[in-house]
């Protein structure tokens, strides 16, 4: 597959999963392919992660199963994107088509404004109680130990880290290596989510998976900070100025080397302060702030975090237009 075509199939890609998301009658009927790449790696590690193994061995089991992942995540897609182009003339264009639907599967921009706004509603119509159920769908964190401040400051930091490894991430490995490269990159995202996890059970086995999910999220981090640095200046009512030097200073001094790009230039847009400690499975895990202003955030600031991130996927969308006509 050339790079035009990958950039004419990223911008329909983009623009059915804007439109429509994944239905959930479809999920009901079969899942996501990431539930299925989910139950991939839950299969290996419980059948490769032995507690009882020494550390090295364990890391070196890890290192196997993530590499079973890739192989078999990205011999599927390259099978189907290879289907699509020995299809008869006639049948090209339906299949382009069907291949830019199955590749929106892998990018997130509907599903992470609705359950993002999900929590705003849920403060705004049913209080903390109803904030923090809504953000425990999206956050990893004690959602019992927030108040409203911090579940609002939670769901805003979800939205610009998921902003760059669910959508940004997404869209440029599309963009650069097809099919095989948005799946190859959401089996690596998903195995660092499942097992990329300093606990006594993942922290030898899901090494590989967390450091591979670092490094493949290098670029689209500072990508993704650049797209919200700039919808700051569409988007009425943001600190404009200050978002670039915000981001710059704080991004390198965040525990993650990638979320500190997309969560410093939100803090910076809205005048807040982000990251910071907080409550992880019971552990405190000590973050620098990101951003100088607020700490105290509420539903208001969720609903203004959701129209810079909107701004920010539009940006995105008209980049990838842009790439086409520059391309042909």
Known sequence: MDILTNLILLVAALTIEAAAGYPARLYRAVGHPVSWMGGLIAWLDRHLNRESAPTETRKRWGMVALALLILVVGVIA???????????????????????????????????????????????TGGLDAGREAVAEIVGRDPASLDEAGVARAAIESLAENFSDGVVAPAMWFAIAGLPGVAVYKAINTADSMIGHRTPRHEAFGWAAARLDDVVNLPASRLAGGFLTAAAWITPKMDRGRVAPIMLRDAPHHRSPNAGWPEAAMAAALDLRLAGPRSYHGHLVRDSWMGDGRAEAGPRD???????????????????????????
């Open 302 to 328: 969720i609903r203004r975090a959701l129209g810079l991130y909107r701004n920010a996927c539009i940006l995105q969308w008209l980049l990838a237009v842009l790439l086409v006509a520059v391309v042909l």
């Open 78 to 124: 390259w099978a189907i994107e290879s289907v699509v182009y020995d299809l008869p003339t006639l049948l090209v264009l339906p299949g382009l088509l069907i291949l830019a639907a199955v590749a929106s599967t892998g990018l997130a921009q509907r599903s992470l404004y609705t359950h993002v706004k999900a929590v705003a509603v849920g403060l705004e």
